[in-house]
């Protein structure tokens, strides 16, 4: 499995900071960041440029952050109508993106508001919503202090459980690496 990091617009260090939240620094193996510095976030064609140029052969992950988001879910899309394999997609505050695709999809936010009025454009499966409520620059530097709700479907119940945001994606990552 590859990982593959969409960031928004903002300073670099936010993204260390949030691949330090998941204790990704130095596990670089199959983690790809995507150059948002050099590129815009939102381009999905830009995205795709950049994982055919870093020879992506394994299923791939992404996680995307604001901005991110609208340029990662074309991205995913076109990997997988290219043949590859989209393993999930995971929207970091992707508030006012529609969010559907034939692959696993779950969104994180930074409030309740947000995560409920995305609920209309697809939440996908497993979510969740900090509680309280942090800045949205605050999450994505940081998510191993968001705290809140992971909120997980099924057939016809709802279950909510605490967590923080970066214990949430943990355990998406694992799901996702053990598959």
């Given at each position: 499995m590859s990982l593959i990091i969409c960031p928004g617009i903002h300073d670099?260090?936010?993204?260390?900071?949030?691949?330090?939240?998941?204790?990704?620094?130095?596990?670089?193996?199959?983690?790809l960041i995507f150059p948002a510095h050099d590129y815009p976030a939102y381009s999905a064609i830009d995205i795709l440029q950049f994982l055919w140029k870093s020879s992506v052969n394994s299923p791939v992950v992404f996680i995307s952050f604001s901005a991110g988001v609208v340029g990662?879910?074309?991205?995913?899309?076109?990997?997988?109508?290219?043949?590859?394999?989209?393993?999930?997609?995971?929207?970091?505050?992707?508030?006012?993106v529609p969010l559907s695709g034939n692959f696993p999809i779950?969104?994180?936010s930074h409030d309740y508001f947000t995560y409920w009025s995305s609920a209309v454009l697809g939440t996908g499966q497993d979510s969740f919503y900090a509680d309280p409520s942090v800045e949205h620059l605050e999450l994505w530097r940081s998510p191993e202090t968001a705290q809140g709700w992971r909120v997980s479907s099924g057939s016809s119940t709802q279950t909510r459980t605490y967590t923080t945001a970066a214990e949430f994606l943990t355990c998406l990552l694992q799901r996702y690496g053990n598959e």
């Open positions: 670099a260090e936010l993204t260390e900071g949030f691949l330090k939240g998941l204790r990704w620094e130095g596990s670089n193996q199959n983690l990662a879910i074309g991205a995913a899309w076109m990997w997988q109508l290219s043949g590859r394999s989209v393993k999930a997609f995971i929207a970091v505050d992707g508030w006012g779950h969104r994180i």
